[in-house]
């Protein structure tokens, strides 16, 4: 049996195998908090025993990794590996893409097509959002698990594959399943193994070594001088709660590394970054808001964040706008300390009423709008901006009628 070197991490006094430090080198993962590199270990360890693994954890964790490190560690490496955001996937058609269908079979199936689960086979397939599956996919999923066997959309012909299956998702599967949305039996057949992501508030001072990364990063890439923090600024980053984890905090040190290069960044510059509301995540029991009224509150939460940094920002260009040009202190329209800088106008055709404040949908929709313009309309874009599944975008474009 090889045997593993060890060292220990100065940070945490953690010993760390010579395989997971290779690992997170490969992979890029930052930080050695205890519940991270707990994370990475299991990962490393299951990966060359063929079981089905559940990865969990909040949005912007990193998830999508795990799957990645299982997969090169196992004896299936050189098999392929297949990322499948489910939730991006319009109900309709899943199944199809999943498990391939026969020609004929729909309207639009001119010709016999593989799905993943058959393009795969001897490999990993990562089912990434998989609480996103249809209760009818789900069976069918079910099946694949229990007896590596699957029929293609419109066939009666079983067809054998061999492959491994691991899942990820930032649902409570088990309130989903007390909601009906999620099949029990197949829980347990995903969740063999359980790997908990940690969020980015957990892992103390990680939270600093991703940000000199993220700003090294920035000004490597764009040639920009890199920005550093003040003690204060470091302290602040500790205390703020990430709700939006790595992915929030890579995007604020982008915001930063691009307006305050070269400059040490201040406790109170670094404020003005930061989204004002800092209320913790939950782990969501559902998207579907016919059956979950927390998940629609929490993303309409986020679309107000989104909100209110643009607004910021805004007054930051303002502001340097006005230094450059002092005699003319109209380049941008001015905005407004509400939110109803978004009012819509709302008169009678024959009465000259006043204009009504702007609703929560009001708000949502010219920010699902503003977000489709910035990226030209590609919706998968403009989805992980907003910080939503792309089914959850379909849905409300669909509500608003921006087709």
Known sequence: MKKLTTQLSPATGVDIS???????????????????????????????????VLVTGESGTGKEFF??????????????????????IPEGTIDSELFGHEKGSFTGAVATRKGYFEEA?????????????????????????????FFKVGSSTAQKTNIRIVAATNVDLRQAIAHGRFREDLYYRLSTVQITVPPLRDRNNDITLLARKFASD??????????????????????????GNVRQLKNIIDQISLFEAGTEVSDTTLAQYLPPNTALPMMRADNDTTTDTHSYSREREMLFNLIFNLRSRIDRLQARLDGQNPDNHQLLPPITDTVEVF????????????SRPSTLEDNERLTIEQALRNNDGRRKDAARDLNISERTLYRKIKEYGLE
Not at 21 to 37: E, S, W
Not at 76 to 85: C, P
Not at 126 to 149: I, N, S
Request: charged fraction near 20%; proline fraction near 9%.
């Open 18 to 52: 010579g395989e997971i430090q290779q690992a997170k080198m490969r992979y890029g993962i930052v930080g050695n908090a205890p519940a991270l590199i707990g994370a990475v270990s299991r990962a490393v360890r299951v990966a060359p025993i063929d079981l089905s």
């Open 67 to 88: 799957p990645k490190i299982i997969h090169a560690y196992s004896h299936r490496k050189h098999a392929r590996y297949i990322a499948v955001n489910c939730g991006a």
């Open 121 to 149: 086979d001897g490999g990993t397939i990562f089912l990434d959002e998989v609480a996103e599956l249809p209760l009818t996919t789900q069976a069918r999923l079910l099946r694949v698990l229990e007896t590596g066997e």
């Open 218 to 243: 920035f000004a490597e890439r764009y040639m920009t001088p890199e920005i550093s923090f003040s003690p204060a600024a470091r302290q602040l980053l500790l205390r703020y709660p990430w709700p």
């Open 343 to 354: 009012d819509i106008p709302h008169t009678s055709p024959d009465t000259d009423l006043p």
